[in-house]
Nanobody
Framework: QVQLVESGGGLVQAGGSLRLSCLVSGSTFSIYAMVWYRQAPGKQRELVAHISSGGTTTYADSVKGRFTISRDNAKNTVYLQMNNLIPEDTAVYYC?????????WGQGTQVTVSS
């Protein structure tokens, strides 16, 4: 059973930084892409950043230049470094992976950015 556990969320002032982590267990990690999503209150879940098994990254326009996704295959962990946070980044952040067409999600971690 694939399990994902996010951590690192919290309350931060605008302009601050946080680093989210997502630990994956129960499956081979290195050969699969990983994705960070977020969902703000009253809004649809949106893709934030994606990293391929080879390390290629893509980002939502709203976070380009501020967020960095990375992975440590030795630790089965994907990270999301978030800098220069703004109140609009407030959301629950989720990591996701897929195996044989089945999506697996973590429980989410709350990020709140105060102005």
């Amino acid at each position: 059973q694939v399990q994902l556990v996010e951590s690192g969320g919290g309350l931060v002032q605008a302009g601050g930084s946080l680093r989210l982590s997502c630990l994956v267990s129960g499956s081979t990690f290195s050969i699969y892409a990983m994705v960070w999503y977020r969902q703000a209150p009253g809004k649809q879940r949106e893709l934030v950043a994606h990293i391929s098994s080879g390390g290629t990254t893509t980002y939502a326009d709203s976070v380009k230049g501020r967020f960095t996704i990375s992975r440590d295959n030795a630790k089965n962990t994907v990270y999301l470094q978030m800098n220069n946070l703004i109140p609009e980044d407030t959301a629950v952040y989720y990591c996701k992976t897929a195996r044989y067409g089945i999506d697996y999600w973590g429980q989410g971690t709350q990020v709140t950015v105060s102005s």
